[in-house]
């Protein structure tokens, strides 16, 4: 029998709020003194994280193993699927592209060889863990997919797991999405959940008892915890829905405007997340051109189809604006993996591992092009950026498929013990990098933002919040909420009554 004792958090739907449940689950099973990782089987992201070892995960699964305590692997999301298109996917495949497939053709032609990637992946972690976290996707009542689902119930079943079912109120109608998934579900599974926790919960308790009784008569489950919303959590998020909750207009009471452009394919939106904490910086995502302005920061960030994003900026007269700012230098420019691409003078894909199309022609900023290649570029990266007459350290992750090459006199941004990345300016307006997690570094964004304050008149601020201090306490604030508000002693007891049961 396998040591570790497994906990699965399963969803009414998707954003029921299971990662940020799992994280806390992540931090109070360290807190007790518990080696815990974290897994989940199948994952849909492009925001996503980068192994030690260089192997790309779901960036939720990289963020609870730091709630852990513990250093993220591949083994705990062996499958990742990156959408490329409408139909299309890239499948990571324990940290490395695998193939491109159409939805139907994934599910017809990679499910037995993702099954036995999972048990593998699964059991690596049961082998070395005492504890984890397996986290579901969307809602195991969905009909039509289950018979070859890869990330809920049948994970469930094969790690023999007890599940907790999360619903998230503020949606309205948690009780009938609550009842409605339990009465969907096969009755080994309906078995297999211990309780369900409800989720983002604003105001009177008292309020809310009566439905919890009638809910505990009616199903045969108990509420294990009503967990209260918490705001400004601080938890990075893994679903760029949540883009849309932030205002596309500049905040007059706020001294920095910072604009990134949303384009359809973003990924790792999170490179720009330390921007959130700086009470000087309002961030605003912007998706027509009109809504652009004259902010002081221009931010083009990743995407996983640079070429398809590039033409549609130009098709909706984000390209012509974006380029009227940088002639009349009223915005610092920064381009971050596919964002930088765009910066140059061509981007290319011969193999089309993004598109079909063969080539567009890109702002023309910098003297680079670049050529999508086959093989995926995945790695942490230390080095010295060289910003506004000053040299910082560094160190971020890179994560792209294409290969740049300079064509003339060009500064780089970053020096490395491997070469150069990048390019910037030389009155430090315009920059492109590989580098995503650039701005997470304390010094180089107090330099970045005093180059704005400077350029506004503004005397500098040398004190920035420790991005590393907001994650950690965000963690141990997370955990604490849930101590309070959810019953652990039972979670715990469920745990080990289930794994004295038979495995695999």
């Known amino acids: 029998m396998n040591k570790a004792l497994p906990i699965m958090i399963q969803g009414t739907h998707s954003d029921a709020g299971k990662s940020v449940i799992a994280t806390g689950f992540c ?19 492009l925001n996503s994280y980068i192994t030690v070892d260089g192997k790309e995960i779901g960036r939720a699964q990289g963020v609870q193993a730091e709630a852990a305590r513990t250093v993220a692997m591949a083994d705990m999301n062996p499958i990742l699927i990156k959408p490329v298109s409408d139909h299309t996917s890239q499948i990571v495949v324990n940290g490395k592209p695998y193939q491109n497939y159409k939805a139907a053709a994934y599910r017809q032609e990679f499910f037995e060889l993702g ?15 005492e504890r984890i976290v397996i986290e579901g996707a969307g809602s195991p009542a969905e009909i039509n997919l289950n018979d070859r689902e890869l990330v809920n119930m049948r994970i469930a079943r094969l790690t023999n797991a007890p599940v907790i079912l999360v619903g998230d109120i503020d949606r309205g109608g948690v009780f009938a999405s609550l009842v409605g998934t339990l009465q969907l579900l096969e009755p080994e599974d309906r078995d297999r959940v211990i309780g369900v926790v409800i989720n983002k919960f604003r ?3 008292s309020l809310l008892e009566p439905g919890l009784r009638w809910f505990e008569e009616y199903t045969g489950k108990p509420v294990l915890g009503v967990v209260p919303y918490i705001s400004n959590l601080n938890i990075e998020a893994e679903d760029a829905v949540i883009l849309d909750t932030f205002l596309r207009t500049n905040e007059k009471t706020s001294e920095i405007d910072i604009a990134v452009i949303h384009v359809p394919h973003i990924s790792n939106f999170t490179d720009v997340d330390p921007f959130l904490y700086e009470k000087d910086c309002h961030v605003r995502y912007v998706k027509e051109a009109n809504e652009l302005r004259e902010p002081d920061v221009v931010i083009l960030p990743g995407t996983k189809n640079t070429i398809e994003d590039l033409l549609l900026l130009r098709k909706s007269g984000f390209a012509d604006a974006i380029e009227k700012l940088y002639r009349a230098k009223k915005s610092v420019i920064v381009g971050i993996c596919g964002g930088y691409q765009m910066l140059g003078r061509e981007i290319s894909d011969p193999y089309h591992v993004e ?18 290649m086959k093989e995926k570029r995945t790695t942490l990266t230390t080095g010295m950026a060289h910003f506004a007459d000053c040299s910082v350290p560094v160190e971020g992750y890179e994560i792209h498929m294409g290969t740049t090459s300079y064509e003339g006199d060009v500064s780089p941004f970053i020096t490395t013990e491997e070469g150069v990345d990048g390019c910037i300016s030389q009155d430090s307006l315009l ?17 970045f933002l005093n180059l704005i304050r400077k350029r506004k008149g503004l ?24 101590r309070k508000h959810v019953d652990i002693e039972c979670i715990y007891r469920e745990m080990e009554r289930f794994q004295s049961k038979s495995f695999f």
Do not use: W
Request: aromatic share 14%.
């Open 27 to 45: 931090r109070i099973f360290a807190q007790d003194g518990y080696r815990t990782a974290p897994f989940k089987s199948q994952n849909m992201s």
């Open 115 to 129: 099954l036995q990637v999972i048990k593998e992946a699964y059991h690596h972690l049961a082998s070395t863990y």
């Open 203 to 205: 105001g009177d308790i």
């Open 355 to 372: 598109t079909s199309i063969g080539s567009a022609n890109g702002f023309g900023f910098f003297p680079i092009r670049t050529a999508m």
């Open 431 to 447: 920059i492109g990098t590989y580098f995503h997690g650039i701005f997470h570094n304390d010094e180089f964004r107090t330099a």
């Open 459 to 482: 005397p500098a601020i040398y004190e920035r919040p420790s991005m590393k201090n907001i994650r950690e306490e965000a963690f141990d604030r997370l955990a604490d909420c849930l």
